[in-house]
């Protein structure tokens, strides 16, 4: 993938993503629209999955991403485009005739059902026999750390326990697709860590092709093997994890994903730029006429804290607040009159023995300073 600083791009041009390549893929959705009323919710999305794909929409609350979830569910059909799956056009079937199994941000069982017979129910509407199907929820409650409590009800269980319920009833049914709708919004913080880890295991156990829509950055980093970052009903950008951190297509993506210091600058030479009375060596600079006013973004880790330092890019800073975050630190810096915010491990904030109202010299590479037109960043 290119480095996004390579080129300046308008704002019209950073949000159209190019049709993605379809031979192969598992799941294909080609310039899907929805309208509500006045509202696009979206706006000619493409997109392809390959088989056995973890894939995340991401974005904020009214991006499109639960929109084009439930488009490819047929639970919202779309009012333009379609849909592929496997080979074979859904785009006007109902939900009863694709094939996936979806789990909902309620979770949706049946109180009146024991965690058994909820797993089990999509079996035994298709008229298995009862043996059948008991054998094969056993199975899955088992897959999910829950064959002891299969005779319990929904409200006797916690909100975890009922999430792996509920997993277990989306793929009893050996579904081709595994669509999860914010499953873990629901969650305290802790839970939440620890279930998406076991949905990761899970889905790379079974191999089944999954997505998944959160709002949670840090969620959609950990467990996708690629991010469809959405934003205003079409996708800002797809790409690893590590692609979308690093490499944002543009300014909304780069202010979504993750922190980041943006602060306005002007482009000076090929290697700088000017961020107020300061000056940062960028090798994205010489993809930018001289005269450019940009957005800077730099990552809070890539200020790199160097007492001393006499080589390189440096800035002079002075120690303004730090925030404890358990094993990491975000010191707040003041920087020319410009405020920054680095990050660092707790160990190296001891070591250094930063406290408010000191002063340091801080590091920036050039290869960590983003820029992109200011004109995106008004617009994102």
Not at 131 to 138: F, P
Not at 172 to 200: C, F, T, W, Y
Not at 253 to 274: E, I, K, Q, R, S
Request: proline content about 6%; overall charge neutral.
């Amino acid at each position: 993938m290119p480095d996004i600083a390579a080129a300046p791009r308008s704002d019209s041009a950073a949000r159209q993503v190019e049709a993605p390549p379809t031979a192969g893929a598992y799941l294909v959705a080609e310039r899907l629209t929805k309208r509500f009323g006045s509202f696009t919710a979206l706006d000619d999305v493409s997109l392809a999955i390959a088989r056995g794909e973890f894939v995340c929409f991401l974005g904020p609350s009214g991006c499109g991403k639960t929109t084009l979830l439930r488009a490819i569910a047929g639970l919202d059909p779309q009012d333009e485009g379609r849909i592929v799956q496997d080979g074979r056009d859904v785009s006007a079937l109902s939900p009863s005739r694709r094939d996936f199994g979806i789990v909902f941000q309620s979770y949706a069982l049946f109180p009146n059902m024991t965690v058994l017979a909820n797993v089990g129910y999509g079996l035994s509407a298709q008229g298995r026999r009862r043996s059948e199907v008991e054998t094969r929820a056993r199975a899955l409650l088992d897959l999910v750390g829950l064959a002891d409590q299969w005779w319990k009800y929904p409200a006797q269980l916690s909100g975890g326990q009922q999430q792996r319920v509920a997993l277990a009833r989306a793929i009893a049914m050996n579904p081709g697709l595994l669509l999860l709708d914010e499953p873990l919004s629901a969650l305290d913080a802790l839970v939440r860590v620890h279930l998406r880890a076991e949905i990761k295991s899970l889905q790379r156990r079974l191999g089944i092709t999954t997505i998944m829509v959160t709002h949670d950055q840090e969620e959609a980093l950990s467990v996708a093997d690629r991010i469809v970052v959405m934003n205003r009903g079409r996708i800002e950008q797809v790409g690893t994890p590590d692609e979308v951190y690093r490499t944002p297509a543009s300014f909304f993506v780069a202010g979504f994903v993750g922190h980041m210091n943006a602060l306005p600058g002007t482009v000076t030479d090929a290697g700088t730029v000017a961020v107020g009375r300061a000056l940062i060596a960028a090798d994205a600079a010489r993809d930018f006429p001289t005269g450019a006013a940009v957005q800077v973004c730099i990552r809070p880790e890539d200020i790199l804290v160097h007492p001393g330092a006499q080589n390189g890019t440096w800035l002079a800073t002075a120690v303004r607040g730090i925030e404890y975050l358990g094993s990491i630190a975000r010191v707040s810096l003041e920087a020319h009159g410009l405020p920054l915010v680095a990050e660092m491990s707790d160990a190296a904030l001891r070591s250094l023995g930063l406290v408010p109202g000191v002063s340091i010299t801080v590091s920036i590479a050039p290869s960590r300073v983003l820029l992109f037109p200011r004109a995106d960043a008004t617009k994102a």
